[in-house]
């Protein structure tokens, strides 16, 4: 139930901190408000969180610091607010492990089915987000450490990953052998519609490629399907 669900809005601005929170409130959400990243560590060690949304722009330590700190510690999904239009500030905080992001100025009700998205992603419906069990799956020639988000060759020497890279290297654990369009793929890693112009997965799966492709010019473990999408081409065994 939505009453369960506890979000934290973070801003430096107390009059965007209490739009969000009276109109989350009249959606049934409990809402906590924290004008700093000290603030909201605060109501953390306080309070169980199931969900926050993080100011980017304030002042002292930005949201970007305290969304590592938080990635740190927990898997609590985060959604960004943030008045930085460009795409390369956007892909650096969900490479940092934001959950999703929103421009203001947003409209209320895209902002609610974000997070009912983010939400139903992280599975996070009536209780705080925790840390992932170690799981380790074998993918192709590849060790996947789950918990530790972690990948390493036969050899036993660990690749790093981005957050983002490794995200979606598990959307395609989790389902292998299907094919996924770039839609699903979006919607799936970071819960938002694709646009005909929007090529950010082309260029996520081009990264993830180039880190565990043998010959990533012509790849044998996520395979293209011109105008389908992509698919997990090996076998997925757990360890």
């Known amino acids: 139930m939505q009453n ?3 979000v934290v809005v973070v801003d430096d601005h107390s009059d965007i901190r209490e739009l969000v929170r009276q109109y989350l409130e009249q959606q049934g959400y409990r809402v906590s408000a924290a004008e700093s990243g000290a603030a909201l560590r605060r109501i953390i060690e306080r309070h169980p969180i199931d969900l926050i949304l ?32 460009e795409d390369t500030d956007r892909i650096i905080g ?10 203001k ?16 992603r992280s599975g996070n419906l009536a209780g705080p987000a925790p840390l992932s069990k170690p799981r380790k799956v074998r993918v192709g020639g590849w060790q996947v450490d789950i918990g530790r988000q972690e990948i390493s060759g036969e050899d036993g020497v660990g690749i790093p990953l981005s957050t983002a890279e490794f995200r979606l290297l598990k959307v395609f654990i989790d389902r292998p052998g299907l094919v996924l369009s770039r839609e699903q793929l979006l919607d799936l890693t970071v819960g938002r519609v694709s646009d005909i ?6 260029n996520q799966v081009s990264r993830l490629r180039k880190k565990i492709e ?26």
Do not use: Q
């Not at 969900?94 to 421009?103: Q, T």
């Not at 996520?222 to 065994?237: C, D, F, M, N, Q």
């Open 54 to 85: 993080l100011d980017v722009m304030m002042p002292g330590e930005d949201g970007l610091s305290v969304c590592r700190h938080i990635r740190a510690t927990t898997n609590v999904p985060i959604i960004f607010l943030t008045a930085m239009a």
């Open 214 to 239: 043998p010959n990533p010019k012509n790849p044998s473990i996520i395979r293209t399907h011109w105008g389908g999408g992509y698919s997990l081409a090996v076998e997925v065994t757990i360890e």
């Open 4 to 6: 369960n669900v506890h």
């Open 105 to 120: 100025p947003f409209n209320f009700r895209e902002l609610l089915a974000r997070i009912r998205a983010v939400l139903r």
């Open 197 to 202: 112009f929007d090529r950010s997965i082309d």
């Open 94 to 103: 969900l490479e940092l492990g934001a959950d999703d992001y929103l421009v």
